[in-house]
Nanobody, 117 residues
Framework: QVQLVESGGGLVQTGGSLRLSCAAS????????MGWFRQAPGKERELVAR????????YYADSVKGRFTVSRDNAKNTVYLQMNSLKPEDTAVYYC??????????WGQGTQVTVSS
């Protein structure tokens, strides 16, 4: 049974930083691309960042490029999202997901990030 547990969210002021973690179990972690998504109230879930199996390739949404960094530690079955220069529009629930067969099939419960102005 695949389980993803996000942590590291919280309340931060504009310009601040947070580091999210997502610990995975029940799968061979290094076999899968991992993604970070977010969903703000009234909006659809959007892909924020993605990282390849060994971490050699990454993708970022334009809205976070240059501010967020995705990384992974396959020995710890964990993927991270370092978020710097946070803005109020980054406020959302952040989720990690496992990409299998080109779709995201497994999700964590999410962690709330709130950026105050």
């Amino acid at each position: 049974q695949v389980q993803l547990v996000e942590s590291g969210g919280g309340l931060v002021q504009t310009g601040g930083s947070l580091r999210l973690s997502c610990a995975a179990s029940g799968l061979t972690f290094s076999f899968y691309y991992m993604g970070w998504f977010r969903q703000a109230p009234g909006k659809e879930r959007e892909l924020v960042a993605r990282i390849s199996r060994r971490g050699s390739s990454t993708y970022y949404a334009d809205s976070v490029k240059g501010r967020f960094t995705v990384s992974r530690d396959n020995a710890k079955n964990t993927v991270y999202l370092q978020m710097n220069s946070l803005k109020p529009e980054d406020t959302a629930v952040y989720y990690c997901g496992v990409r299998a067969d080109s779709v995201y099939k497994y999700w964590g419960q999410g962690t709330q990030v709130t950026v105050s102005s």
